[in-house]
């Protein structure tokens, strides 16, 4: 009973009175530097106002946090301006509730970060998921530290990080004596082939402290990130009344704004409206839903669908809109595209698809992979092909199907800015589900992970390429076996994206380049097929006018689409 009472009574979980009780009181405030920011103990300043000008101190690029405030008013009111009480709720697991799961991750395991490698993936992941990312180096030289430590989820097949996160022990860091330690920066891969990622993650850090004989675990998550929260109160976790404070930056803006016109465009538009307010453009929204908005500085207005805008030419977009047109350009240009023919009778279909052996069966117009059908061999599913592609656009192509990995490159004002391999739905069996469920479920991860843009369509294409694996949607998939469920990659269709910038051959940078001259158009995505990104072969299959650039981070693709748009403001500097 002492102990329920006691534990009532702690300073982070309600208020007290601003002169800490001896037995709690410290040699001076206690600060952590999360390579994303500080991390400010509340509970320990006894001055409200020097926790206040202790938060402003926030370096340029970071997102420091004040938590566990006895009056977080007091502290605003002297920095009214500059600070702000984060919309975020405070979740609390008293450790000697916790029960450890039997389960274990399948496909992935979560283990202590221990390389540079882990520490510029997880880098590469933060700065994914448009979080403050540590820098590679900070993140390593946490390896030896108590107060800091972060885990990753590797997975098993290839080695890639799925997810990462960090805790921090309060008794290291300032002999905390309520025994206490907190959860941050938890970040799942938005392309996670696998369930429970995040979930493996808390675990871990929840028995890790657990097992370092900590009472609690803290963490602080925005109020309405559903899914977060669902988990957390799934694994124990209970609201408590600590609050906290932030600066008033460019990163935090939408936390202190209010909602926005700007916050109903999706991640394609948002992306680049993001930018444009960082700069000090001033936003209009035409059209929420169809994903147009002007921007504006001075006398320049320009008015944007996403990453098209007034700049790309009526006759370029129309260019890129007829994938035959496109096809005749970058022949003429001396660029490699596949052998192609439009799609006149069944009988000259046949007689194509006999010559080359194999097709891809697409719409002359149409996007977001619509109504496309690749590596068609028969004559009955090529006829079931065309179908398909007519009910898209009453032009057909038939184009002879290339074998190789799926390249985007994005090309903004004649220079590369992204590229990255492309790869078709997949699934991952756990054998217990049937197919139909495994593509569900991946479909909702997808979703989630998207903002409702991305999912798996059980389509008669997702079918054929089921069945042609010799599986049916009720088949239940066999454990670890690895089952693509679309020929294509694009992302609308449950696709995943992989930056591969770094690694790409002059060669296609080059070629790209020449595509995007070729079809005078100045933002464009180029799609490849490549038998390697490091490689000099290549065919370009198609050429996109809007391309997402959301889907490129970390490159720096909205960057530049606004350096175009507004060249002036190209070296400007955060409002902020």
Known sequence: ?????????????????????????????????????????????????????????????KRDVALYLSDPHVVLSYAPRDLFLDPSHTFRLWLERYQCSPRRPKGFHVRLLNSRDDAEAVHRLYVSRRMVPPSADFIREQRTSKVLTYWVAEEEQDGHILGAVNGVDHVAAFADPENGASLWALAVDAQAPYPGVGDSLVRQVIEYYQARGRGFLDLSVIHDNTQAIRLYRKLGFERIPAFALKNKNAFNEPLFMGQQPEAKLNPYATIIVDEARRRGIAIEVLDAEGGYFALVLGGRRIV???SLSELTSAVAMSRCDDKAVTHRLLRSAGLRVPEQTRFEALDQAEAFLAKLGRLVVKPVRGEQGAGISVDVRDPETLERAIAAARRVCDQVILEEYVAGEDLRIIVIADQVVAAA???????????????????????????????????????????????????????????????????????HTGGTIHDVTAQLNPVLAEAAVAAARALEIPVTGLDFLVPSVSGTDY??????????????????????????????????????
Request: hydrophobic share 35%; proline share 6%.
């Open 539 to 576: 065919v370009i299959i198609e050429a996109n006018e809007r391309p997402g650039l959301a889907n490129h981070e970390p490159q720096p693709t909205a960057e530049r689409f606004v350096d175009l748009l507004f060249p002036q403001t190209a070296a400007r500097e955060s409002l902020f």
């Open 304 to 306: 944007c669908r996403e």
């Open 1 to 61: 009973m002492r102990h329920r009472f006691e534990r009532s009574r702690a300073p982070s979980l309600k208020n007290w009175d601003r002169q800490p009780r001896a037995d709690q009181a410290l040699a001076q405030p206690a600060i952590v530097d999360c390579g994303w920011g500080r991390l400010l103990f509340g509970q320990t300043f006894s001055d409200p106002k020097a926790l206040a000008v202790a938060l402003q101190e926030e370096h340029r690029g």
């Open 421 to 491: 391999i492309r790869r078709p739905a997949q699934v991952t069996g756990t054998g217990q589900h049937s197919v139909r469920d495994l593509i569900q479920a991946q479909s909702r991860r997808r979703r989630a992970a998207t903002g409702g843009e991305s999912s798996i369509p059980l389509d008669d294409e997702t079918k054929r390429c089921v069945v042609s694996a010799g599986y049916d949607l009720e088949a239940i998939l066999p454990e670890g076996e690895v089952l693509a469920v679309r020929k294509t990659a694009n992302l």
